[in-house]
């Protein structure tokens, strides 16, 4: 596992201090959630430059930076070890408690929100959606996640001893309940049987969290289906030279076969035909976005992050589906480069 943090975003996101601040302009933007990587914290710069961003286009974002501990060394520690169910049941409270959140409702009492993960933290984001009575998400974009699992964990860097311990733990031993309980990533850690195609038998029975929140088992939970469903949009981005994420297509719920590199995308899985966690019917919506920028894990550049924030966050409108620009004119970053923002070419999913 290599630290999933954000220094790129530290160099190429530089603003100047001195904007002008744009004046409050209603209708008012939905307050952001945003969930980080790996080894990262949530009172990183890189995080924070990133939520500074955000609020460049559409002033007046609140933005909450999803935490375990107030403590950053400690958040940071939670994301290799702990028990992710339970980690998200605690995120999920604390966002009913926070009074910012709580003055954006919607016409049900729901928290309104949009939500943004990096890395594992788009798929707890994805598994707070389903899981987090009372929230209600509109946009939910994740960059690089894993959302149909990893099927290998990636070698740490020499010196990071709390990665190697998490490694060290899951070794012949990922689908323990001593592991689930307590090593992050072995929760999203998932093997399939080579005869079926389907999760293998220790990844149904032991996973603590990704078997669950894939609605993967035999009983599947109706209200995942429905929150998944109601999302307005949720926007993949996977990164094309993404060598971290084994396998990268896992950014898009697609499966890769481990002996022949063959790619299915998720459209042609069971998971999807069967619409076990409502994609299908997201994607009948138009609300199932599969998008890639170019470069490795979290290889994020300005342009395509403003470009996805202005489109998928800031205020709701009326319209529902309508599309927001960012208003490039009163905050002042460089244009929006579109030839950028590659859609996806199916052709390259379906090898
Ligand atoms: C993880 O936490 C959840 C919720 O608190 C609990 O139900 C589950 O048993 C725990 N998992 C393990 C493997 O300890
Ligand atoms: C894969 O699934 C088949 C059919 O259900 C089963 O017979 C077989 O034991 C499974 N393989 C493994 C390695 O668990
Ligand atoms: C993966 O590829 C191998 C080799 O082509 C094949 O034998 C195997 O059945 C494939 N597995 C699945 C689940 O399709």
């Not at 290599?2 to 220094?7: D, E, K, N, W």
């Not at 029975?205 to 078997?211: D, I, V």
Request: proline share 5%.
């Amino acid at each position: 596992m290599r630290l999933l943090t954000l220094p790129a975003l530290l160099t190429l996101l530089v603003f100047s201090t001195a904007l002008p601040s744009p004046p409050p302009s209603p209708p008012k933007s939905l307050p952001l959630l945003i969930w980080h990587g790996l080894g990262d914290r949530y009172d990183a710069d890189g995080l924070h430059t990133v939520g500074t961003l955000a609020n460049k286009i559409h002033p007046g974002t609140h933005i909450y930076y999803i935490r375990l501990d107030d403590d950053g060394s400690a958040d940071r520690s939670a994301s290799f070890f702990g028990n992710v169910s339970a980690q998200v049941a605690k995120v999920c409270e604390d966002i009913k408690a926070d009074p910012q959140l709580a003055r954006s409702l919607d016409e049900k009492g729901g928290i309104r929100v949009d939500a943004l993960g990096f890395s594992q933290g788009g798929q707890f984001l994805r598994g707070l959606v389903e899981r987090c009575e009372g929230l209600s998400v509109r946009s939910l974009m994740t960059f690089g996640s894993q959302h149909n699992g990893i099927s290998e964990f990636q070698t740490c860097g020499s010196y990071d001893f709390v990665c190697k311990g998490a490694v060290a733990l899951v070794k012949g031993n990922a689908w323990t309940e001593y592991v689930q309980g307590r090593v992050v990533p072995a929760q999203y850690y998932r093997t399939v049987n080579e005869t079926t195609g389907r999760g293998s038998e220790g990844y149904l029975e032991g996973s603590g969290f990704l078997a669950d929140v894939n609605n993967e088992r035999s009983v599947k939970r109706g209200e995942y289906v429905e929150r998944i469903a109601a999302l307005e949009r949720f926007v993949m981005w996977v990164f094309e030279e993404d060598k971290t994420v084994i396998p990268k297509e896992s950014g898009w719920f697609a499966e890769v076969n481990g002996t022949d590199g063959v790619v299915t995308g998720l459209r042609e899985r069971a998971m999807y035909k069967e619409d076990w966690l409502g994609l299908r019917r997201l994607d009948e919506k138009g609300g199932l976005v599969f998008k890639s920028t170019p470069g490795g894990h979290m290889d994020l550049n300005e342009e395509v992050l403003a470009e996805a924030f202005g489109e998928y966050f800031g205020p709701e409108t009326s319209e529902k589906g309508a599309r927001l620009m960012p208003q490039t004119g009163s905050v002042g970053y460089a244009p929006v480069l579109r030839e950028q923002v590659m859609l996806v070419d199916e052709s390259k999913i379906y090898l």
